[in-house]
């Protein structure tokens, strides 16, 4: 059924990932709901809206650094293309200061 899919391991735990959160907000979401507040981004934003953003904002971290990944052996003399763990470190990072400060 998946077969046209290419489903490393990096994948499988990014998506693993993005269904642990929407399953975590849903609950949350159920017994506390939450307020629209002001944080960094330019407007006010709900648990939601901010998951969205941060979610939006991790898929394109991940497609950079894999779109960016020759590029990088190239600019930094190395000897493969550097690892998608990096990039999934990355971009769980920043979804959670987008999810904390947004």
């Known amino acids: 059924m998946f077969e046209w899919m290419a489903w490393t391991t990096p994948v499988a735990v990014f998506f693993t990932c993005i269904v642990c959160m929407l399953i ?3 609950v949350w979401e159920i017994k506390c709901p939450t307020t629209e507040r002001k944080g960094f981004l330019p407007i006010a934003t709900t648990r ?3 998951l969205f953003i941060g979610l939006l904002t991790a898929a394109y971290i991940n497609l950079a650094w894999v779109g960016l990944g020759e590029k990088m052996v190239q600019w930094f003399s190395l000897e493969a293309e ?3 763990w990096i990039s999934f470190v990355l971009s769980m990072l920043v979804l959670g200061f987008i999810l904390r400060k947004g």
């Open 24 to 26: 975590g907000m849903t």
């Open 48 to 50: 939601g809206d901010r």
């Open 82 to 84: 550097p690892t998608v």
